[in-house]
């Protein structure tokens, strides 16, 4: 049996007592929460119930308490060993979004950070709004594309943001506006340091609303739902794209004229479909990702002088 750490006792008794009304689990294979399949134990996995019982959360454990948030768990490689600490797990929660429009046919969406991106793709189409089209092709939360300034088929996420709702780790909660933040490709961070770590937990948005093109948006949504099945291996567990594309480059033609396509490194294997995705073809572990990804990089510097930079997230311990 595998012996309670005091940060478990603590959650547990706030759970039992009420003060907390989220999913907790402890001891929990990550492997279950991304979609690489891949990944470590956690030692607390807690969903939140609401904005509310994330701000007791924070508040409750001690300040040195390590925590990583995930999504739905793409672009994302926890190590085999696990991560110590709490992960804040927000698929299937977090997902209220409001959308209104006023006379002059401009829409505001407010999306909290648990909405699937292809929800909100959706729901914006079925209200007539243009522009949203691109979310539906990025398999992940709004709350990881705030993070990330994710885009996909020329769109990106931030060009529609009007200010943001970021939770701190005492547990409050700052509206930011997109003026303090550098947002760059495929990354976002605050132009001022804050003195606490934040993580998003409101979206706002602005887009414009056609409702004569209503049929056009839900054609775009289809169309760009094909490419993605078409040119990525979408029916095989992996992260989305591995790698930032270099400047007026992309990494999958790089990898490619490399020759590494279809390589291996036990059960991970860079995708004969498209070059940039790693996929698990049943039992990969962490460690044969990581080294796939290293051979990777040094390949390319050494053929082409290119340094590929990692899209995806690494966390947790070797």
């Excluded at 940060?7 to 279950?32: C, H, I, P, T, W």
């Excluded at 701190?168 to 001022?192: A, C, M, W």
Aim: glycine share 8%.
């Amino acid at each position: 049996m595998i012996e309670q750490t005091s940060l478990q006792a603590l959650l547990d008794v706030a759970r039992e007592s009420g003060r907390l009304s989220g999913s907790l689990k402890f001891n929990e294979s990550m492997s279950r929460y991304t979609t690489w399949r891949i990944g470590g134990k956690a030692e607390c996995v807690y969903q939140p119930e609401s904005i509310t019982d994330l701000q007791t959360l924070l508040q409750l454990i001690p300040e040195e308490t390590h925590v990583n948030w995930i999504g739905l768990g793409s672009n994302l490689l926890i190590r085999d060993g696990g991560l110590n600490g709490v992960i804040i797990y927000t698929n299937g929660v977090l997902n209220k979004m409001n959308i209104q429009c006023d006379e002059t046919n401009k829409c505001f969406i407010t999306a909290q950070a648990g909405v699937a991106c292809a929800i909100f793709s959706r729901k914006a189409a079925n209200e007539g709004i243009n522009g949203a089209e691109f979310l539906s092709g990025i398999p992940g939360t709004i709350g990881g594309a705030l993070a990330m300034n994710a885009g996909a088929f020329g769109g990106e996420i931030w060009r529609y943001v009007t200010s943001v709702d970021v939770i701190n780790r005492h547990g409050e909660i700052i509206k930011r506006t997109p003026e303090e933040f550098d947002v760059q490709y495929r990354s976002i961070s605050l132009k001022k340091d804050a003195p606490e770590q934040e993580w998003f937990v409101n979206g706002y948005f602005c887009f414009d609303k056609d409702e004569q093109g209503l049929a056009q948006s839900k054609q775009e949504i289809k169309r760009l739902l094909a490419r993605r099945a078409e040119t990525q291996p979408t029916k095989q567990a992996n992260a989305g794209s591995v790698f930032k594309n270099p400047d007026n480059d992309h990494a999958a033609r790089l990898i490619e004229f490399c020759g590494l396509k279809g390589v291996s490194i036990n059960d991970a294997q860079i995708s004969e479909k498209h070059a940039n995705f790693i996929i698990n073809k049943g039992n990969a572990r962490a460690s044969d990702v990581e080294a796939l990804i290293e051979k990777i990089q040094e390949t390319v510097l050494k053929q082409c002088d290119v340094a590929l930079k990692t899209e995806v997230r690494i966390m947790g311990q070797a």
